[in-house]
């Protein structure tokens, strides 16, 4: 089992940027998937969230408007699409998957402590 990230990079503030987790050894049906962030100095965040079973979503009030997570069961790949980035969107992004076939997994900040994470990629905005 695996998720590796990719489409980190340098990005102006402004500018947008998509991430994109591929995941193997496993697929997606019922399965939650998360987007998490560390910046230096800071703990992890938890920014976003989709649950395969219910189709909920969750995104941190600091990215609402302005980061879609979405997911293609055919590529078997997890996005996050970053739009309108700004400074503080600078830190290395993580995703992550958990199997979770019940409801409400996603209803607010998760934690995926039980499952599956990548190896992360580096986002740095620059003014």
């Known amino acids: 089992v695996q998720l590796v990230e990719s489409g980190g990079g340098l990005v102006q503030a402004g500018g947008s940027l998509r991430l994109s987790c591929a995941a193997s050894?496993?697929?997606?049906?019922?399965?939650?998937i998360g987007w998490f962030r560390q910046a230096p100095g800071k703990e992890r965040e938890a920014i976003s969230c989709?649950?395969?079973?219910?189709?909920?979503?969750y995104y941190t009030d600091s990215v609402k408007g302005r980061f879609t997570i979405s997911t293609d069961s055919a590529k078997n790949t997890a996005y996050l699409q970053m739009n309108e980035v700004t400074r503080e969107d600078t830190a290395v992004y993580y995703c992550?998957?958990?199997?979770?076939?019940?409801?409400?997994?996603?209803?607010?900040?998760?934690?995926?402590?039980?499952?599956?994470w990548g190896q992360g990629t580096q986002v740095t905005v620059s003014s």
């Open positions: 992550a998957a958990d199997y979770a076939p019940y409801r409400y997994y996603c209803d607010g900040p998760p934690d995926f402590d039980s499952g599956y």
């Open positions: 989709f649950s395969t079973f219910d189709r909920t979503t």
């Open positions: 050894g496993f697929t997606f049906h019922d399965f939650a």
